[in-house]
């Protein structure tokens, strides 16, 4: 069983458009000098999340697996060639296995100002993704049957965007209730148009 | 027919145009005909009279369905909401809110327009949640209703107070663009040709399938066909697909652009109309425009057009399937002009001198287009194939090397002082400028090979258009920057600038 609530801020369409603190500041040479770079967001995620990252890929290897040793002792024919693929592809299995949840735990972070919810995730890619509290439209928290056996929950926060939602999966699952009702407090207090 | 009478109170509901009693039961009946023909083709011959009495039969249920539908159905337009009630055993009131209203969309096709009518389609462009409708379509009411219905529901002052449209209609509107004939030119540059082509062959397979091939015998053509040298039959070919394909297209294009206008009402809506056979009319708020794109397809951008397209929110999808286009394919410095006016900017930002991307992004591009054909090639040199083949598809080499220039010269990007403006395509391209203030989030990816190159994809996400504008392929300081320039405070408190070995955020030293 999976469990799912979804918060949801409705805003009215029309109200003034949200400023940034800051102001509008137009810079046309904005190529500088400096290095630029993002830094992390502050919070980690749940260490629980290397075993349940783990546990969903052990099982995608099985998937892969499974049916190919089932092939070499059906069919005896293909061994010369079905054996030395099922080993090449056990041995990549087991690296993925191995380095994706060490690798994702150390990309996977969040963080939350009084104006953004900030998220990196990924692994071999990454992705940094920012949303102002002003353009939050839903928040929805969501806890697999994995997850609830590993105390964790992942929470989803949607604009008005087709492409801007932000996931923050492997959080505790305390954390996340009380992310949830500070994101829903802060929303629904921010005025804004979401658009 | 009686305009909309708006009591102070609760507005009475309406039927829609009692024309219909009589255009409903004519579409059904034209989508009916080939039925008819078949039945009526098949049962010659045997049991004529059964076969008669079925197909009126049938034609009468479908009238009288037709009917029922005018005599259930009934919409008000109240201070609030647009509400339309249909069914008889199963009765469906379905509503929209005033305030989410994004489009109104008067279409007449031609027996419509026979009997004066529009069918007026009322758009919120949301995903619907709970019992709120995402469109309402009022099939049909009077052009002259359908235009007082368009204006009421588009008048941000109009809220259900006493009927004003008589007075919105006198005020003026400034036209941006107009059709120019000299724009048929770019006709057999879009797709329509194509679908002219996929039209002709579809109708003549029909026709053989229908009457035999012995039709394509008329005069002694296969004859004749049998005895030209071959290279004959195959120009003559050449020139049939060619004549098709460019007399298609300049039919579609009449037929889809006929009077074309592009205008600005005061009350700000921008509202699209065009149309020779099926008179459509578009209209757009303009404070739900978040910027234009100026879309050059490859063979459009090889005779030097383009199209405009508008970034809204509301439209539903990228390029608003259609609905989001402001100009025809026409030449490309009409397309940025008629950007520039609709954004009212001058120059348009989609003009932009843009800033090219670092050399390392053509070397990306060189590999992702070369590695494939030449992996392929060497594929097929082991495979048992003859080895001209693998020596032509190594000769797609030069081509891929072209796409690749031609991708890394269409990157870049610029920042204007109200617009994100970013370009990207092989091939084919597209130029977005984006409002500033319509970006609702920064998305900043990099894949492992992006990270060795110093190189990020930095994306705008935006609750019009796609949902999402990239800039891609940009050097990681200077796509920051950008990020951080274009909507000020938003990417700032966590991107880290180093001076002197020290990082800090700018908020942080300010």
Do not use: C
């Given at each position: 069983m999976s469990r799912r609530s979804r918060h949801v801020s409705w805003r009215?369409?029309?109200g003034a458009r949200p400023r940034y603190r800051g102001g509008p500041r137009y810079n046309?040479?904005?190529?500088?000098?400096e290095p630029l770079r993002l830094r992390p967001p502050r919070h980690r995620v749940s260490p629980r999340a290397i075993i349940w990252w783990s546990t969903q890929a052990a099982g995608e290897v099985a998937a892969v697996l499974v049916p190919l040793v089932i092939g070499i002792l059906a069919w005896a024919d293909a061994r010369p060639w079905l054996i030395p693929g099922t080993v090449a592809v056990a041995i990549i299995g087991l690296g993925y296995l191995l380095v994706m949840p060490r690798w994702r735990f150390r990309v996977h972070r969040w963080e939350t100002t009084d104006d953004a919810v900030y998220t990196s995730a990924g692994w071999i890619s990454q992705q940094w993704r920012v949303a102002p509290m002003s353009r939050i439209q839903t928040v929805d928290t969501e806890r697999g049957p994995l997850q609830q056996l590993f105390g964790l929950a992942t929470v989803t926060v949607t604009t008005a965007?087709?492409?801007g939602a932000l996931r923050l999966a492997g959080l505790d699952h305390a954390v996340a209730d009380d992310l949830v009702e500070r994101l829903t407090a802060t929303t629904q207090a921010t005025p804004g148009d979401a658009t | 027919m009686t305009a909309v009478v708006m009591a102070p109170g609760e507005p009475d509901w309406q039927r829609l145009n009692p024309w219909m009693l009589a255009v409903t039961p004519l579409r059904q009946l034209a989508g009916l005909l080939p039925v008819i023909a078949v039945v009526v083709v098949i049962g010659i011959g045997q049991d004529v009279g059964g076969r008669i009495y079925s197909v009126v039969a049938g034609v009468l249920v479908v009238m009288f369905t037709g009917m029922l539908r005018w005599f259930t159905t009934r919409y008000r337009i109240t201070s609030e909401r647009v509400e339309l009630r249909t069914g008889l055993v199963f009765r469906s009131t379905r509503s929209v809110a005033r305030d989410r209203i994004r489009s109104v969309d008067v279409t007449a096709g031609p027996i419509h327009r026979l009997f004066r009518l529009s069918v007026v389609k009322i758009g919120t462009g949301e995903r619907a949640e709970?019992?709120?409708?995402r469109e309402l379509t009022?099939?049909?009411?009077s052009a002259a209703e359908a235009d007082r219905v368009r204006q009421r529901l588009l008048d941000?002052?109009?809220?259900?107070?006493?009927?004003r449209s008589g007075a919105t209609v006198a005020l003026a509107a400034t036209e941006l663009a107009a059709l120019s004939w000299?724009?048929?030119?770019?006709?057999?540059?879009?797709?329509s040709s194509l679908v002219a082509l996929a039209a002709v062959a579809g109708a003549v397979g029909q026709l053989i399938n229908d009457?035999?091939?012995?039709?394509?015998?008329?005069?002694g053509v296969r004859e004749k066909l049998t005895m030209a040298p071959l290279w004959v039959v195959i120009a003559a070919f050449a020139v049939l697909v060619l004549m098709i394909a460019l007399g298609g297209s300049v039919l579609i294009f009449i037929e889809a652009w006929w009077g074309f206008t592009l205008v600005r009402e005061l009350g700000g809506t921008l509202r699209i109309r065009r149309g020779l056979f099926t008179t459509r009319s578009v209209s757009l708020e303009e404070r739900r425009l978040r910027g234009v794109e100026v879309v050059e397809s490859p063979l459009l951008r090889f005779g030097r057009g383009a199209r405009t397209v508008a970034v809204a929110t509301?439209?539903?999808?990228r390029r608003g399937h259609?609905?989001?286009?402001?100009?025809?394919?026409?030449?490309r410095s009409e397309a940025h002009r008629v950007s520039g006016a609709v954004l009212a900017e001058d120059p348009s930002p989609t003009a932009t001198m843009l800033r090219r991307h670092p050399l390392v992004a053509l070397r990306r591009r060189l590999v992702r287009a070369t590695v494939p054909v030449l992996v392929a090639s060497a594929a097929l040199w082991l495979a048992?194939?003859?080895?001209w083949v693998a020596w032509a598809v190594l000769g797609l080499l030069p081509v891929a090397v072209l796409v690749a220039l031609d991708a890394y010269r269409n990157l870049g990007h610029a920042l204007t002082s109200r617009y994100l403006v970013t370009r990207h395509g092989a091939g084919g391209r597209g130029t977005v400028a984006l409002q500033r203030a319509g970006v609702i989030g920064w998305t900043v990816s990099q894949s492992l090979l992006q990270r060795r190159a110093g190189l990020v994809t930095v994306t705008a996400t935006t609750a019009?258009?796609?949902?999402w504008y990239s800039v891609i392929d940009v050097e990681t300081a200077e796509g920051l920057a950008v990020a951080e320039q274009a909507v000020p405070g938003l990417l700032e408190p966590f991107v880290l600038h180093e001076v002197d070995g020290v990082a800090h955020t700018l908020g942080s030293t300010a």
């Amino acid at each position: 069983m999976s469990r799912r609530s979804r918060h949801v801020s409705w805003r009215p369409s029309v109200g003034a458009r949200p400023r940034y603190r800051g102001g509008p500041r137009y810079n046309s040479d904005y190529l500088m000098s400096e290095p630029l770079r993002l830094r992390p967001p502050r919070h980690r995620v749940s260490p629980r999340a290397i075993i349940w990252w783990s546990t969903q890929a052990a099982g995608e290897v099985a998937a892969v697996l499974v049916p190919l040793v089932i092939g070499i002792l059906a069919w005896a024919d293909a061994r010369p060639w079905l054996i030395p693929g099922t080993v090449a592809v056990a041995i990549i299995g087991l690296g993925y296995l191995l380095v994706m949840p060490r690798w994702r735990f150390r990309v996977h972070r969040w963080e939350t100002t009084d104006d953004a919810v900030y998220t990196s995730a990924g692994w071999i890619s990454q992705q940094w993704r920012v949303a102002p509290m002003s353009r939050i439209q839903t928040v929805d928290t969501e806890r697999g049957p994995l997850q609830q056996l590993f105390g964790l929950a992942t929470v989803t926060v949607t604009t008005a965007s087709a492409a801007g939602a932000l996931r923050l999966a492997g959080l505790d699952h305390a954390v996340a209730d009380d992310l949830v009702e500070r994101l829903t407090a802060t929303t629904q207090a921010t005025p804004g148009d979401a658009t | 027919m009686t305009a909309v009478v708006m009591a102070p109170g609760e507005p009475d509901w309406q039927r829609l145009n009692p024309w219909m009693l009589a255009v409903t039961p004519l579409r059904q009946l034209a989508g009916l005909l080939p039925v008819i023909a078949v039945v009526v083709v098949i049962g010659i011959g045997q049991d004529v009279g059964g076969r008669i009495y079925s197909v009126v039969a049938g034609v009468l249920v479908v009238m009288f369905t037709g009917m029922l539908r005018w005599f259930t159905t009934r919409y008000r337009i109240t201070s609030e909401r647009v509400e339309l009630r249909t069914g008889l055993v199963f009765r469906s009131t379905r509503s929209v809110a005033r305030d989410r209203i994004r489009s109104v969309d008067v279409t007449a096709g031609p027996i419509h327009r026979l009997f004066r009518l529009s069918v007026v389609k009322i758009g919120t462009g949301e995903r619907a949640e709970g019992r709120e409708a995402r469109e309402l379509t009022l099939d049909a009411i009077s052009a002259a209703e359908a235009d007082r219905v368009r204006q009421r529901l588009l008048d941000p002052l109009d809220v259900g107070g006493p009927d004003r449209s008589g007075a919105t209609v006198a005020l003026a509107a400034t036209e941006l663009a107009a059709l120019s004939w000299s724009w048929l030119r770019f006709a057999p540059l879009t797709v329509s040709s194509l679908v002219a082509l996929a039209a002709v062959a579809g109708a003549v397979g029909q026709l053989i399938n229908d009457v035999g091939a012995n039709a394509v015998d008329v005069g002694g053509v296969r004859e004749k066909l049998t005895m030209a040298p071959l290279w004959v039959v195959i120009a003559a070919f050449a020139v049939l697909v060619l004549m098709i394909a460019l007399g298609g297209s300049v039919l579609i294009f009449i037929e889809a652009w006929w009077g074309f206008t592009l205008v600005r009402e005061l009350g700000g809506t921008l509202r699209i109309r065009r149309g020779l056979f099926t008179t459509r009319s578009v209209s757009l708020e303009e404070r739900r425009l978040r910027g234009v794109e100026v879309v050059e397809s490859p063979l459009l951008r090889f005779g030097r057009g383009a199209r405009t397209v508008a970034v809204a929110t509301g439209l539903g999808g990228r390029r608003g399937h259609g609905r989001g286009t402001l100009l025809p394919p026409a030449p490309r410095s009409e397309a940025h002009r008629v950007s520039g006016a609709v954004l009212a900017e001058d120059p348009s930002p989609t003009a932009t001198m843009l800033r090219r991307h670092p050399l390392v992004a053509l070397r990306r591009r060189l590999v992702r287009a070369t590695v494939p054909v030449l992996v392929a090639s060497a594929a097929l040199w082991l495979a048992p194939v003859p080895s001209w083949v693998a020596w032509a598809v190594l000769g797609l080499l030069p081509v891929a090397v072209l796409v690749a220039l031609d991708a890394y010269r269409n990157l870049g990007h610029a920042l204007t002082s109200r617009y994100l403006v970013t370009r990207h395509g092989a091939g084919g391209r597209g130029t977005v400028a984006l409002q500033r203030a319509g970006v609702i989030g920064w998305t900043v990816s990099q894949s492992l090979l992006q990270r060795r190159a110093g190189l990020v994809t930095v994306t705008a996400t935006t609750a019009a258009g796609s949902g999402w504008y990239s800039v891609i392929d940009v050097e990681t300081a200077e796509g920051l920057a950008v990020a951080e320039q274009a909507v000020p405070g938003l990417l700032e408190p966590f991107v880290l600038h180093e001076v002197d070995g020290v990082a800090h955020t700018l908020g942080s030293t300010a």
